[in-house]
């Protein structure tokens, strides 16, 4: 059954970018933020040439109630990706997208479970925030 994000999941997926970015000390792009139906739960699409990076979170998928936290997760993996996107970019010229994702999404994962973990649980699990779903 197909299910939809709300105005309050987007809103939590682009103060969470924000964070982010202020964190990593992500600059020189223009940030686009867009909620639209999509496969992912979220993407990063980042252009050197025109220093954009469109961050988008989707408004319709499947499985169960995506949980405020899923939601800061998705954040943190995109801005991760915005963050390594030179070296992604640069490895282009060299191996195909596949390999490159073979080699990024093992240490993103990581970086999840641990820095957004850890930085999660501080920032509303210790406030008694919570799920926020």
């Given amino acids: ?6 105005k309050a999941d987007f809103k939590a997926f682009k103060d969470e970018c924000g964070y982010w970015q202020e964190y990593f000390g992500i600059k020189g792009y223009c940030y686009i ?4 139906p999509m496969e992912a739960t979220a993407t990063c699409v980042a252009d ?3 220093g954009s990076c469109v961050l988008s979170l989707t408004k319709i998928y499947e499985g169960e109630k995506i949980t405020h936290e899923e939601i800061c997760a998705a954040a943190f993996h995109e801005m991760l ?3 390594l996107f030179p070296i992604r970019d640069l490895m282009r010229q060299y191996y195909s997208e596949k390999i490159i994702s073979c080699e990024f999404h093992p240490i993103i994962e990581m970086l999840t479970n641990t820095v957004f973990s850890d930085s999660y649980g501080k920032r509303y699990n210790d ?3 919570g799920d926020k779903s």
Avoid: C, G
């Fill in 1 to 6: 059954m197909k299910k939809k994000t709300t």
């Fill in 33 to 36: 933020y867009t909620w639209e």
């Fill in 48 to 50: 050197r040439e025109s």
């Fill in 81 to 83: 990706e915005a963050l």
């Fill in 127 to 129: 406030n008694n925030q």
